[in-house]
Structures are given as C-alpha cells and as structure tokens.
C-alpha cells in the first residue's frame, strides 16, 4: 500500500504543479483581452481547470488521508503536517477568492454588449485575488515536491524552516508585483498587450539563472561538505543512546562514571590466541579468469583461485583458524563471516576492526564456531564490487549429532555474474544429484546476488523451512506449493525426506537453474505450478520459550527509519538511500552496553526493499507490520524490511566491540546506507576516509 499511494500521491502532485501553472498563466493573460466576448470565453476555461485543479488536488488529499487510516504516523505524520496546508491553502484561496472573481467577472462580461473591457472589469482581472491562488497552488506544489524529494524525518521543525521562509518570500514578491500590475489597471488610459513569447520565453530564463546564480554557492558548499574526510575513526560517529527525555541520551549521573572507564580496543576483543585450532583453512585472493563449462569465461576476484570461494566447513564448538592472503587485489581484502557471531576483531571490517589485507599481505582469524547453522563468508573490503566480483563462499556449521552423517547436505548458493548470468554454485546448468528414497535431505539456500529478492519453488515433495539465518525453527510445518522468497545475504535451510520420484528445487523465476533430485540422478525436470501462496516466516512453526519478547522491559530502544533524499554523498548527487535521514557519517551510532536487551523498531519510508544486516548478533523479531510474531521464535541476522513495513526486533548487548548495521543491497551501502553499534568504553585503532586503505563498503 505505503509504494502504490506514494506513486498515487506523486503523480498527482505533478498534475496539480501542471494544472496550476497552466492556469496561472492563463489568468495573468486575462487584462490583455481585447473584448468582452474573448474575456467570457477564456473565463469559461479557467472555470474548467478549477475543477480539474480541484480534483486533482482533492484526490492528492485522499492518498494522504488513507495513508494516515491505514497506516503508522511515522509514514504519514511529515505530508500531513506539510503537504496537506502547502497544496489545501492554495486550493481554499483558489474557492475563496479566484472562484468568486471569475463568476464576476463572467457575470460582467454577460451583462453588457460586446464590446471593449471598461476599467472595472480589468482591474478584477488584473487584481492579484484573481491570479496569486493559482501561483501559491504552483509554489506549493513545488514545495511539496521538494519535501518529497527530500523528506525532514525524522520530522524536526526547524529544517524546514528555510524552505518555507523562502515560499513566503517568493508569494510575498509576486503578490507584490500583481499588485503594481492591479494599479495599472485602474488607469483609465491603461493598456496591457501581451509581450511575443519569445521575449517572454527569455525573461523566464533570466529569472532561472538569477535562481540557480543564487542557488549555486549553497550548492557548492553541500556537494563540498558531503566529502568523505581523508581519515575518520568509526567510533566518532553521530552518538544515539536510546533513552528518552533528555536531548543528549546520556543521563547526567553516567558521566563521571563513563570518563573513568578505560577504554578498550576493537584489536583486543579477538578470539583464542592460543591452542591448536581443530580446522585450518588458507585463503589466497587473486584475480583469475575462470573458464566455465560452457566456454564462458569470468573475470573473477576469487579465495584459492575459484568461484565462488572453497566451502568451508567445521562442527560446533571447533576452534577455527582462517590464514588469508593477499595476493594481487590491489584494492585490499578481508573476511567477513556473515552470520556467524565471532569476536569483533575477528568480524573483518576494513576500518572498524582491522586494516585492509594489502597485495603481499597476510591475516589469521582465530574463532570458536559456537553457531551451528547456514552462514557465508565475503571480503568487508570495498564489498560492493568485492562481492560482486567472486570473494565471497558458503561457511557451514555442522551439529555435533552422528545422526547428521546420514543426512544428504546440499548447499545452494546463487550468484548472478556480468558474464555468465545466474550460477548455482559453479554451475551454469542443473545440477542434478542421485538421492536413495528415504534419506534425510536438507538444501541450504544462500543468496548473494545485490539488490533482488530471489523465489525459490520446490517441487516433488512437502517439505519444511528447518532454519532461517543459521537458526533453527521450532516444529516446522509440512509445506507443498509454497514459493520461498530470499533477501540479500539472507539464508534458509529447507529439509524433507526423500521419496521414490524426483524432486527440483527451481531458483529464479525461469526453470532452467536449481537442483533437480532423483533416486538415479537421471529424469526429466518437472512442471513447477503455481504457488498458492509465499512462506510467512512470523506465523510459521509452533513457539517455544525465548530469553524475551515483546513485553520485557528494554533497557534501550531506538527508531531506524529507512528513507529516500535527494542530496550530495561523497561528491555525487543521488536519490540517497537514508538511515534516520542521513547517509554515512552522519548516521546515528546506536549506544548499549554489555548485558542490556535492546529493542530496535525499524521503519521502511522508501520505495525499495532493504536487508538490514546487523555484524556479531541475532534480533529476535518481534513483530512485523503491527503482528506479533506467532510461530517459532525467528531470528534473524539479516532482515528483509519492504517498502512500508515496520519490524520491532531485540536482541542481548552480549558480544562487545564496534559493529556495523547497513543495508545488504550493498550498492546501497556503498551508497552510505550504513551505521554502527557501538558498546560504551570501546575504541578503535583504524580509520576509514579517502586517505585512509580502508574503505569497508
């Protein structure tokens, strides 16, 4: 509803600044009629586009009005408080004052012969009562149109001082010159001949490039603010604590006690430096063109000279010691282990909790897996393109349950190249697989691809969604004809037992990518029908007992509201994607302290889907769109939240350190759609900035 009423309410928009300027031009036309009869004619016209402005305008309030009944104010509160006087003033100016003169004037012009308009008629066409209404329904839409573009939410007064200041200044100035204009034509010897269009045509661009001549220091001066500095240390961000009442968030008796505390380094908060690690891996990243099956070939970034990188797996509980090396990403590299809830130094973010793996460089990671589930690894370095490029592969946890070995564990991870287009894996085709009939089978679904949410239709058999995010689900139910839907990042293990004919797991929309299962490995791929119905992870499963829930007692609780504004990143002017109306480094830096339960409400304003991916913890979802969760209890490391929706989620301050919390749409990212969680008495050695080799997104 929130993205159909948004383009409703836009294209309306558009139509009133048409109509309203259309007609505005037409009433400041209306003195140099030459005679009564032309007079009347066009005031019958500007008769009609009051209707159609009215209209339009009244249907634009409609969009706001449903808006503000079926949803949340947080969607609503800024256009009622805005939108609606900007374009409802200009509409009653329009009824109050251009509605009665244009019937005077009709009346007038009726009344007598045809003839010359006497003076009385052509100062109440000139009178700035009969032309303002229509310029102020202009300027607000205008207005408007900018509050679209770039949003004051959160909502605070005095941002939007300046622009409303300046729509007063600019009606004050017309209403001015109408008004000289009204004089002249009280003059009975006044004459008004309207000026060839061409000489009008130029006065109009003139006016424009007084504007953008005065616009353009400012202009300036925020595409030269909105610059990366050269360094910037992650932990001197933009503080929020989180608690209510005092404009600080810091409560007053605190401070004395936070200036004691000493603080402590992202470097220290590292993983066991000693004993012999249970799994060793060595990463080596390289550039390599890789040849496919199909004689395509992929310029690639790749771990250990393949795409994607080597699967990683370890049982529960194992220490793990990853060494990787640098061989020639002249961008740098590192490894984040997406998912899983390792140490902060070990979280490998260029700039927060390390330095950038350089060409000829090397760096060992030391973990206890303590998760057992579905998790990925990628490169937290310039990770836009990194992912994109191939450095990233699948990191499986295994249970310590000898009944696991029984189990048929197939990884399906997705990756969309420029070369070679949707992969499975390292395949291009099917990948077709030889199941006995009653083996225990689980698929663990991965995607990696940015920006698109990827279906996933199996067919041949019921099964269940036996984990979300490397966390299993309580009691899963039996599911048939139920279409999956995965965000970016975001993980789903599907289990079910295999029966005597074939099952395919179909990935995308078309059918010739998935994994096709048969007792023999050999078949014909089946018909996917229709799915009755897409899996909804808040009402799936039966509830089991949590740490908490919606009714604990939080000890902080903060607002993430996601947003478009147009506005300067780093140089560029975009259609920013926004936390909290800013970009990095101005985003918020969420504040808790070790052993606090935090509940985090985030708000989707925008027009596109954002996996909010919070480094080194789960939330628990509480509630989705105003619903409490009623099945299994979910978690979740990396949260699909759509264009208009409300999620409510917490999780325990148990894992101290600095941790990013961004959009997994890493373009967006990249974009400065990116914050932290920050523990109170942290510190960190390494920057991020344009002089600096860390540059995470």
């Avoid at 260029?350 to 589930?373: L, N």
């Avoid at 954002?610 to 619903?627: A, D, I, T």
């Amino acid at each position: 509803m929130h993205t159909t009423l948004t383009m409703m309410e836009m294209t309306e928009l558009l139509l009133v600044i048409l109509f309203s300027w259309w007609a505005g031009n037409r009433a400041y036309r209306l003195p140099c009629r030459e005679d009564t009869v032309r007079l009347r004619a066009e005031v019958r016209k500007l008769l009609w586009r009051v209707g159609l402005i009215s209209l339009t305008d009244l249907a634009l309030m409609g969009c706001i009005v449903t808006g503000a009944i079926e949803m949340e104010p947080i969607f609503w509160f800024d256009r009622v408080a805005l939108h609606v006087p900007l374009l409802l003033l200009p509409l009653l100016a329009i009824w109050l004052f251009a509605l009665p003169a244009l019937l005077r004037l009709r009346q007038m012009a009726a009344a007598g012969e045809a003839g010359a308009i006497n003076p009385e008629m052509r100062a109440i066409a000139a009178s700035p009562r009969m032309i303002m209404p229509f310029r102020m329904m202009t300027l607000g839409g205008l207005f408007t149109f900018y509050f679209v573009l770039v949003p004051p939410v959160p909502f605070r007064w005095y941002e939007v001082a300046i622009p409303l200041a300046l729509l007063l200044v600019a009606c004050g100035l017309l209403w001015m010159r109408h008004d000289r204009r009204r004089e002249k034509a009280t003059r009975p010897e006044a004459t008004f001949v309207l000026r060839p269009w061409p000489i009008r045509a130029l006065a109009g661009i003139g006016l424009l490039a007084v504007v953008l001549a005065g616009a353009a220091p400012f202009f300036i001066m925020a595409k030269n603010n909105s610059r990366l500095p050269d360094r910037l240390d992650m932990t001197q961000g933009v503080m929020d604590y989180g608690m209510k009442g005092e404009p600080s968030g810091l409560r007053s008796h605190d401070h004395a006690a936070h200036s004691a505390i000493r603080p402590v380094s992202v470097a220290d908060l590292t993983g066991p430096r000693t004993g012999k690690p249970d799994r060793q891996f060595t990463l080596t990243a390289e550039k390599k063109t890789i040849r496919l099956a199909s004689g395509k070939t992929v310029d690639a970034w790749t771990y250990n000279g393949q795409i994607p990188g080597p699967e990683l797996r370890m049982k529960n509980g194992e220490l793990v010691e990853v060494t990787l090396i640098n061989k020639n990403i002249d961008a740098g590299v590192t490894i984040h282990w997406h998912g899983l809830d390792v140490p902060n130094a070990e979280d490998g973010v260029a700039g927060a909790t390390q330095d950038a793996v350089m060409p000829g460089e090397s760096y060992t990671y030391r973990f206890r897996a303590e998760q057992t589930g579905t998790f990925w690894y990628h490169s937290h370095q310039h990770s836009n393109e990194a992912v994109q490029k191939g450095l990233f592969g699948a990191l499986i946890v295994e249970p310590n349950d000898p009944a696991h070995a029984r189990v048929k564990d197939i990884t399906v991870l997705s990756h969309t190249w420029d070369e070679a287009g949707l992969m499975i894996g390292a395949s291009e085709a099917i990948e077709k697989i030889a199941v006995a009939p009653g083996t225990p089978v689980r698929l663990r679904l991965i995607h990696t691809d940015n920006w698109v949410r990827k279906s996933y239709d199996l067919t041949g058999t019921k099964f269940q969604v036996a984990a979300i995010d490397g966390t299993e689900l309580n009691e899963p139910d039996d599911l048939e004809n139920v279409r999956l839907w995965l965000t970016t990042g975001g993980r789903y293990d599907v289990t079910f037992t295999m029966p005597d004919g074939p099952v395919f797991l179909r990935v995308g929309r078309e059918g010739n990518h998935g994994v096709f299962l048969s007792p023999d490995g050999t078949g014909d791929i089946p018909e996917i029908p229709n799915p009755s119905a897409d899996f909804e992870p808040q009402r799936y499963g039966k509830p089991a007992p949590t740490p908490f829930g919606p009714d604990s007692e939080f000890d902080r609780e903060f607002m993430m509201i996601l947003d478009n504004k147009l506005g300067f990143y780093n140089g560029e002017l975009n259609m920013n994607y926004t936390i909290n109306g800013e970009v990095f480094p101005n985003t918020p830096m969420f504040m808790v302290r070790e052993g606090e339960l935090v509940k985090t409400t985030i708000v989707n304003r925008g027009h596109v889907d954002h996996p909010m991916h919070l480094h080194g913890h789960h939330m628990l979802v509480l509630s989705r769109n105003g619903e409490r969760v009623s099945g299994s209890p979910w978690w979740s490391d990396t949260l699909d939240v759509a264009s208009g929706e409300t999620y409510e989620v917490a999780f325990v301050a148990n894992n101290p350190g600095l941790w990013m919390d961004h959009c997994h749409n890493l373009v967006h990212a990249a974009g400065g759609m990116t914050m932290h969680l920050m523990y109170e008495g942290i510190a960190s050695p390494f920057t991020v900035g344009n002089a600096s080799q860390n540059h995470p997104e």
